[in-house]
């Protein structure tokens, strides 16, 4: 494979397959059960073979397709556990691999972004990928000041086939429910389509990771790697030397390693914004290194939310300390005032309470333990239509200003309860989310 598969109705007959495979799975268990095989036995196989097919051709296609795989895999400790358990490995692979493109093409690229003496300044290239993503995949290297460097090359037509997936996703969302039960899959492509343009910017990306960088680079918890160049298609940055993502942490750890890692995400997220005026916006478990030191390396600064006021909203720590104290009427007149609510929009503010029960318990607690029993518990009850939460999450409004901080805190809570972590949640809002402390 040399690129991407570029074509629109190729790309769009392999992920409009999803759905008529999970159909086609179905009708061939009904049979095996009239036949009078058990229908756990069925079930299990049909999501073991939907979650296989899932990856195959998420993972083949990458650009919006892969992207979505992503998402979808810190989200799994929400779905139930007959769901969750056949579609929990293969969606987790989506996190740190996928099929590599030819070297010769990367050197192709490295020769367009770098120019033709390229290997003058990047003097040896692993030939075969060390990680890749969803619209570029990483070399490790050598620059010739002596630095271990990852290249990051981006994958000929990731624009292309980014945005195709992604108009083409928004269509099948509807047919495609039945792959990932509870899941609203809509506003999930609307933010990446939104934030597409930004996250195939590598030039963009450099000024990011250049900022985090600065800003975390004497910080004893938290290491970014520095950038060391960057073309069009191309990002060469130092190399993180790490056994291991926090993916191995979330597989295997022990319930130290658990805490501790936890602990420094949550950190990083939350103080990252003050520090930066960005907010790191990809959660997911590959982007996240374990260090042999006990640090944690962040990675990937392609989808970052820059914020106007250099942080995150006075009025998300406000309205979440308001929750917590159990202020009703306080609660929904502040959602009302950040257009949460709307004017003539009518709720129960003790349902509008339980509806952000995910995001408000883990704060009333000096020390929390997120857990995937607890985020799908959480998760069951506000997609039950029979639940009055439900009804609520219809009546609420998500300001453009908060897409991607909400869409960044839902998946880090997954990212969280993957872990079933214990952490001081509380205490580390307290210091640094703005509006939460004050009395």
Not at 298 to 303: E, Y
Not at 412 to 419: A, E, N, P, T
Request: proline share 7%; net charge negative; with cysteine.
């Amino acid at each position: 494979m040399t690129e991407l598969p570029r074509k629109a109705v190729a790309r769009t007959a392999k992920l409009a397959a999803l759905p008529l495979g999970y159909a086609g799975r179905s009708a061939l268990g009904l049979g095996k059960r009239l036949g009078g095989a058990p229908a756990e036995v069925v079930l299990t196989e049909i999501q073991q073979r939907t979650a296989e097919q899932l990856f195959r051709t998420l993972g083949e296609l990458k650009g919006g397709a892969m992207k979505m795989g992503q998402m979808l895999s810190v989200l799994e400790s929400a779905f139930p556990e007959q769901v969750a358990g056949p579609y929990r490995e293969q969606l987790t692979k989506l996190q740190d691999a996928a099929p590599p493109m030819p070297t010769q093409t990367v050197r192709d690229i490295l020769a367009h972004d770098l120019g033709p003496d390229w290997r003058e300044q990047l003097v040896w290239l692993d030939g075969g990928p060390t990680a890749a993503a969803s619209i570029g995949q990483v070399h490790q290297g050598r620059w010739h000041d002596g630095r271990e460097v990852a290249v990051k090359v981006q994958y000929p037509g990731a624009g292309e086939a980014l945005l195709s997936d992604l108009r083409q996703l928004s269509r099948l969302a509807h047919t495609a429910a039945p792959l990932v039960p509870g899941v609203d899959l809509k506003p999930l492509v609307a933010e990446l389509q939104a934030r597409a343009a930004d996250e195939l910017d590598y030039r963009l990306e450099a000024d990011a990771q250049r900022t985090f960088a600065e800003e975390f680079r004497d910080d004893p918890d938290i290491v970014v790697p520095d950038v060391v160049a960057v073309g069009d298609t191309t990002l060469v940055t130092e190399w993180l030397e790490s056994p291991a993502s926090m993916a191995a942490v979330i597989a295997d750890g022990t319930q130290e390693e658990r805490d501790h890692y936890g602990e420094l995400f949550v950190r990083f997220l939350f103080s990252g914004p003050a520090r930066t005026g960005m907010l790191h916006a990809d959660p997911h478990p590959g982007n996240y290194r374990v260090l042999p030191d006990g640090r944690l390396g962040v990675l990937d600064f392609g989808a970052v939310a820059r914020l106007p006021d250099r942080g995150l909203p006075e009025a998300m720590g406000r309205l979440l300390r308001v929750a917590a104290e159990q202020d009703e009427a306080g609660l929904v007149e502040g959602l009302r005032a950040e257009g949460f609510i709307k004017d003539r929009t009518r709720v129960d503010p003790a349902q509008v309470l339980e509806y952000l029960a995910p995001f408000v318990e883990p704060t009333k607690e000096e020390r929390f333990q997120f857990s995937r029993q607890w985020m799908r518990t959480q998760f069951a009850r506000i997609n039950d239509p029979r639940d009055p939460a439900y009804t609520v999450g219809m009546k609420l409004n998500l300001p453009p200003s908060y897409l991607l901080i909400h869409r960044t805190w839902l998946a880090g809570l997954g990212v969280l309860c993957q872990l079933e972590c214990e952490a001081p949640f509380r205490q580390i809002l307290v210091e640094t989310l703005p509006g939460f402390a004050e009395s």
